[in-house]
């Protein structure tokens, strides 16, 4: 366990932005990232040559701080930093830039996710032929060619281990999807029963195309500051109170890698290993939590992660889930605008800006009353990192 | 025998060997020369106690079924005439956590039971490569 106790409150997100989120932008990534940042940089009430530093991370699939430098004009750029990685980098975007406010090497560091995941290169499929190499050689000849499918042994193994139920699966696909009725942004707004969930077709058992995230085109971005320089912006300061990431041993990747195989469980995530700097560094327990935003690439993720970090002992998730105190009126809302199953698959950043709205309180028909501080996280398997925000 | 026209492997420095004793019909493990540990898949050193000095031993090709899942859309186009199949994960006899991504050759994911026994056979499936399977212990 490390100690970052000495980072606690030091910096805060001052802006947050989106694109519209659709299949088919129309438009090139550079376009939706230059958009997204320019809307955060507007919102937090930064002028542009405040903003020195820029942090994204891509899947080869998306543009470079650089490029994003010079749509935005800026008269120098400092502290710049592209992470290789989906999940994982999500929240680790925010880190960097707590680092880099921190230390001193940059005043304001706006961080994003571009991509058009839908009408470009999809990661969940489509026509791409991937080839049998590294790891993936010892999986693709038979058949498992998708990171979607490296997701099936923690649903089954769950189900095995803990005899969680495809209902209990279910119950956390309804709830958000109930969210995201009430969000604009989210690409599913349809509400649906969980007779549609048992109706929904499989895609690869034991998971229906309703335990998938929705692929889609689209930007955020975020504007992470230091505290004193919060104090005097648009928006009440969202202070970043505990961060943390990584993971315990073989730390695979969970795309292709088949390191995890080694590992002894298929039914926890790196949030158990963590969590514990997480917590210390914010000087909380998961009590003091109000809502999460869970990255969930698929159902099953949020489902451990409650197990992982703290809110209910291992193999309960199912039940805890079930009982609906994860819906938005429950005793932890967790995926407030939708999730990755709703609102779209940002990659996490998403869930990061939507944390800062309910925290701000202006998350308007979906707000939870009285949301004081938030958990969210970025899932890569094995490895993952996570945020707890405060305002 | 009818083209093959799904995606083979692609042997590497780590992992040849592997697949030069699956044409022989053999199973071969990596093993640590140090600590006598077993490792999959193969890497360039041993997790356990840092050595780089590894060889191949046969093992039984004997395993338990530890998960499977069935894909009904497939996400690769070699694949589309396949649907719906099964991928299957087994852990061998040898060692615990030692677990191999395959396919049953003998039945369907209705007869998979976690922990039925099962045992390796190879399918070759070019004049380069036989993948390694497995079918049910009788």
């Given at each position: 366990m490390y100690d970052a106790r000495g980072l606690k409150d030091k910096t805060a997100i001052t802006g947050i932005g989106w694109t519209e989120i659709s299949?088919?932008?129309?438009?090139?990534?550079?376009?939706?990232?230059?958009?997204?940042?320019?809307?955060?940089?507007?919102?937090?009430?930064?002028?542009?040559?405040?903003?020195?530093?820029?942090?994204?991370?891509?899947?080869?699939?998306?543009?470079?701080?650089?490029?994003?430098?010079?749509?935005?004009?800026?008269?120098?750029?400092?502290?710049?930093?592209?992470?290789?990685?989906?999940?994982?980098?999500?929240?680790?975007?925010?880190?960097?830039?707590?680092?880099?406010?921190?230390?001193?090497?940059?005043?304001?560091?706006?961080?994003?996710?571009?991509?058009?995941?839908?009408?470009?290169?999809?990661?969940?499929?489509?026509?791409?032929?991937?080839?049998?190499?590294?790891?993936?050689?010892?999986?693709?000849?038979?058949?498992?060619?998708?990171?979607?499918?490296?997701?099936?042994?923690?649903?089954?193994?769950?189900?095995?281990?803990?005899?969680?139920?495809?209902?209990?699966?279910?119950?956390?696909?309804?709830s958000q999807r109930h969210n995201a009725t009430m969000n604009e942004r989210a690409m599913l707004r349809k509400p649906i029963t969980i007779e549609d969930y048992l109706a929904s077709r499989w895609v690869a058992w034991p998971f229906r195309l309703l335990d998938i995230c929705i692929e889609v085109d689209g930007a955020v971005a975020l504007v992470v500051s230091s505290a004193e320089r919060a104090k005097s912006l648009k928006h009440s300061p969202v202070y970043i109170?505990?961060?943390?990431?990584?993971?315990?041993?073989?730390?695979?990747?969970?795309?292709?890698?088949?390191?995890?195989f080694l590992r002894n469980s298929h039914t926890e995530l790196f949030g158990k290993y963590i969590s514990p700097s997480l917590y210390r560094m914010a000087g909380i327990t998961p009590k003091d939590v109000d809502i999460i935003e869970f990255y969930d690439e698929m159902s099953i993720a949020p489902l451990m992660q409650l197990e992982d970090f703290g809110f209910c002992k291992k193999g309960e998730g199912g039940p805890f889930i079930e009982e609906g105190r994860t819906k938005l009126d429950g005793e932890l809302p967790v995926n407030t605008h939708g999730g990755f199953l709703s609102e779209g698959y940002l990659h996490g950043l998403n869930h990061v800006a939507e944390a800062v709205s309910q925290l701000r309180g202006d998350a308007g028909p979906r707000q939870v009353k009285d949301a004081e501080i938030a958990l969210t996280t970025g899932v890569g398997g094995e490895v993952g990192s996570a945020l707890l925000l405060r305002r | 025998m009818a083209e093959y026209k799904k995606?083979?492997?692609?042997?590497?420095?780590?992992?040849?060997?592997?697949?030069?004793?699956?044409?022989?019909?053999?199973?071969?493990?990596?093993?640590?020369?140090?600590?006598?540990?077993?490792?999959?898949?193969?890497?360039?050193?041993?997790?356990?106690?840092?050595?780089?000095?590894?060889?191949?031993?046969?093992?039984?090709?004997r395993g338990k079924i530890y998960s499977w899942f069935v894909v009904h859309q497939p996400t690769h186009p070699d694949f589309v005439d396949d649907v719906p199949y099964t991928v299957v994960i087994v852990e061998l006899d040898e060692q615990k956590g030692i677990r191999l991504p395959s396919n049953m050759v003998d039945c369907g994911p209705e007869d998979l039971k976690v922990g039925m026994p099962v045992e390796v056979v190879f399918d070759d499936v070019t004049e380069e490569f036989a993948l390694p399977k497995f079918k049910v212990v009788a």
């Open positions: 299949r088919n932008s129309g438009v090139s990534v550079l376009s939706l990232a230059a958009e997204a940042c320019k809307t955060a940089i507007d919102d937090a009430g930064l002028k542009m040559e405040e903003i020195d530093g820029i942090v994204t991370h891509n899947m080869s699939d998306s543009v470079m701080p650089q490029q994003v430098a010079t749509c935005l004009g800026l008269p120098q750029l400092g502290y710049h930093l592209e992470y290789w990685g989906g999940g994982p980098a999500s929240d680790q975007t925010i880190i960097n830039a707590v680092m880099a406010v921190a230390c001193g090497m940059a005043k304001n560091v706006v961080c994003f996710r571009a991509l058009n995941g839908r009408s470009g290169r999809r990661i969940g499929g489509g026509d791409e032929r991937p080839q049998a190499t590294s790891d993936s050689q010892f999986l693709i000849p038979y058949g498992w060619t998708s990171f979607l499918h490296s997701c099936a042994p923690w649903i089954h193994r769950h189900m095995v281990e803990y005899g969680t139920t495809e209902r209990q699966l279910g119950a956390l696909c309804v109170m505990g961060m943390a990431l990584g993971g315990g041993p073989l730390p695979s990747y969970y795309g292709m890698n088949i390191a995890a | 995606p083979l492997p692609s042997p590497d420095e780590d992992t040849r060997e592997y697949w030069e004793g699956c044409k022989r019909h053999e199973l071969l493990m990596q093993r640590c020369n140090d600590c006598k540990t077993f490792r999959f898949p193969p890497l360039p050193m041993c997790p356990k106690c840092n050595s780089m000095k590894w060889g191949w031993s046969k093992v039984t090709g």
